[in-house]
């Protein structure tokens, strides 16, 4: 077992790499808010940041989150070799390789992240946006789609979370299940 990453060690270094890149939580959390709030009227931002929180913990969103944010800053310091260094950094239109591990990283929170990543790819709310008009010398063409995936994960946890409190499932099944969420 030797060279294995301790997973408190990875999922330190994740939210690290998204506060490093101008990234909060509560950025997340107010897309994931919006995407809600038409199902659920009453829907606070801190229950959003929360969803964002747990999210976070899932290590395929993890390590997706370091490969993208490696990617970008390798790419901004202009350390990838060629074409490939050019592709990244002019965001080219083609190359989908961003939205791919991004998408990716939904999988394992079901069909309402999928559709929702959808949405937010091609809506670009709220931070999205700032991220995918950067200005020069920065490069954000993996985290644009990775802050999507997340908020898209988020969203999805909250749509079904909601549904089990309206089936008023008690405290020990939510617990169950909020264990369940964190496997893989
Ligand atoms: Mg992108």
């Known amino acids: 077992m030797t060279g294995r990453v301790q997973s408190k060690v990875v999922t330190a270094a994740a939210r690290e790499a998204l506060i490093e890149r101008g990234v909060t939580i509560e950025d997340i959390g107010q897309i994931v808010q919006a995407m809600q709030i038409p199902y659920n009227p009453e829907l606070t931002l801190e229950e959003c940041m929360y969803s964002v929180e747990r999210v976070l913990l899932k290590r395929e969103i993890q390590y997706a989150i370091l490969v993208g944010v490696e990617l970008d800053r390798l790419a901004e310091q202009k350390k990838l070799s060629e074409p490939l260094q050019t592709i ?80 008023g499932i008690s405290k020990y099944e939510q617990a169950v299940r909020d264990e369940e969420e964190l496997i893989g």
């Open 88 to 167: 990244v950094e002019s965001d080219e239109g083609l190359f989908g390789v961003d939205e791919t591990i991004a998408f990716g990283a939904v999988l394992a929170y079901g069909s309402i992240a999928i559709t929702t990543f959808g949405h937010l790819d091609k809506k670009k709310s709220g931070i999205i946006e700032r991220l995918d008009n950067t200005s020069e010398g920065k490069v954000n063409t993996f985290l644009d789609d990775m802050v999507a995936s997340i908020a898209a994960c988020a969203a999805s946890r909250l749509a079904h979370r909601l549904r089990d409190e309206e089936e």
